[in-house]
């Protein structure tokens, strides 16, 4: 998937908020975000700039990719959920209210 900066951005920040939902960040979930990274040839930058980005923006610049890309962003949501094998609530209410607001079908995928 070849995704523009501002797409990029937006990827980091809602993974970045899976990641924060539940108050700790674990080695895991930092592993998957590098490969994420790695995968898609996100910057330093790109996860300094997603960092200051707005929810609101970086859904609403998702909700804009295809459907094919937006489930991708979907499942890579879902397993950043389980990544640290310790799935909260916070994680799978922050996970449901991205699927709804980014407009797009939940992934068949067991969180």
């Not at 908020?17 to 330093?44: F, H, T």
């Not at 700039?49 to 990719?65: F, Y």
């Not at 640290?84 to 980014?102: L, P």
């Amino acid at each position: 998937m070849i995704l523009t900066k501002i797409e990029k951005q937006a990827v980091v920040k809602v993974l970045m908020d899976i990641i924060n939902s539940d108050g700790r960040v674990s080695p895991s979930e930092v592993l998957y975000l590098n490969q994420l990274k790695n995968a898609l040839d996100i910057s330093m930058s790109d996860i300094e700039e997603a960092a200051g980005m707005s929810v609101m923006r970086a859904v609403s610049t998702i909700r804009n990719m295809s459907q094919d890309e937006k489930k991708i962003v979907a499942v890579m949501l879902g397993e950043m959920v389980k990544a640290d094998n310790n799935v909260t609530e916070d994680e799978v209410k922050m996970y449901f209210a991205i699927i709804g607001a980014i407009e797009v079908e939940i992934p068949n995928i067991r969180i």
